[in-house]
């Protein structure tokens, strides 16, 4: 069983603290349980499965459930034999954490980490907690990342990150830009594009990927390189758009050519590169996301971009952190459900070392 919500003024300790509980934090946990540590989960959301309830409506993996799952247990097949969607991977990070008893605090929300004697003080909304080590597992869902541009304060349109982007109603009938080349990029414009006039705007011209190639391909073909040492081979690469069945449908309506950024907003649109002027209604910001650890503010270890240098996931200036599931500079592919699996267990045997450690000095 999950535990309690915390009371409002208790303090708490324990081995190994784990700030986040969606798919990082979920796999931290199972190791953690399997090494038998004294540890917790802190969530701030109120329900499992971190940010995906906030993805919008239709999203899809594009990989199959069994490229997409956690360790210890495969996610369940759809009936329909497809990618697994949205509901499906709340369901089973849900069940994941109630199969695996793992102890998760929810909602509490992090204000603050400390150094404290040779361990951490970690302030929250619901008292603090003593512990000898902290697992960073938050993503970046709460932190997304939008580029500024001349004008952009005095745009009268809507501004939208896929953060909090959930179906395409609001824009019918508009003019709408939607600015990015990733997958979720391709997506939002498949979908807003039956309802809209868009413009896709992408840095460069984007990559798509041969229609029987899916996230689970990516995944092999990007793990062979790793291991051969070839980290920045040419693509195809875990960012290259799979042709699901909406960009399919948006290939045939003829709807998938982008353009090259703009370069700055007036009140009521934006100027192109050749001096052109164009009205429009909304602009949606594909635009990816930053780590989210303003929280670890006080011990002096976030550089400029947000990040922390780690040396694999262990924070390098600062011995008893840890960092999980942030992308490629806190372990291949650690960002993905199926591979942040290595980065946890990696750092799960890191922990164990440095308590006993910690403890005998």
């Not at 309830?53 to 799952?69: E, I, K, T, V, Y």
């Not at 939008?146 to 005095?154: F, I, K, L, M």
Request: proline share 7%; with cysteine.
């Amino acid at each position: 069983m999950n535990a309690a919500p915390l009371p409002a003024s208790a303090d708490f300790t324990t081995d190994v603290l784990v700030i986040g509980a969606s798919q990082s934090g979920l796999a931290v946990g199972y190791y953690l349980r399997r090494a038998g540590l004294v540890y917790a989960l802190l969530d701030d959301q109120g329900q499992p499965g971190g940010a995906w309830p906030h993805g919008w409506d239709s999203l899809r993996l594009f990989s199959p459930a069994d490229a997409s799952s956690l360790p210890g247990w495969l996610m369940p097949r759809p009936a329909d034999n497809g990618f697994p969607a949205r509901d499906a991977v709340v369901d089973y990070l849900t069940q994941y954490e109630q199969r695996y008893e793992l102890p998760v605090h929810r909602p509490v929300r992090v204000e603050a980490v400390r150094r404290s004697g040779k361990g951490f003080a970690v302030q929250t909304d619901g008292g603090t907690w003593q512990t000898g080590a902290v697992v960073c597992a938050t993503g970046s869902w709460r932190n997304p990342f939008v580029p500024t541009y001349p004008g952009q304060a005095d745009f009268g349109g809507v501004q939208l990150h896929s953060a909090h982007y959930y179906d395409a109603t609001p824009f019918a009938g508009q003019r709408v830009l939607v600015v990015g080349g990733g997958n979720s990029g391709a997506q939002l414009l498949a979908e807003v594009s039956q309802v809209a006039r868009t413009t896709w705007v992408t840095e460069k011209e984007p990559r798509f990927l041969p229609d029987d190639v899916d996230g689970r391909v990516l995944f092999t073909q990007a793990t062979q390189r790793y291991h051969a040492g070839q980290e920045t081979a040419p693509p195809p690469t875990l960012g290259d758009v799979v042709m699901v069945d909406s960009v399919k449908e948006a290939r045939r309506r003829g709807v998938l050519s982008s353009v090259r950024p703009f370069v700055r907003f007036t009140r009521t649109g934006v100027v192109w590169a050749d001096g052109r002027e164009e009205a429009v209604d909304a602009v949606l910001w594909c635009t990816g996301f930053r780590p989210a650890l303003a929280f670890l503010a006080a011990l002096g270890v976030l550089q400029p971009d947000g990040r922390v240098a780690t040396t694999g996931t262990q924070a390098t200036a600062l011995p008893g952190l840890w960092l999980v599931g942030y992308g490629s500079w806190t372990g291949f592919a650690s960002a993905t459900l199926i591979g942040v699996g290595r980065s946890a267990r990696a750092t799960v045997d890191e922990i164990k070392l440095f308590l006993v450690y910690n403890k005998s000095a």
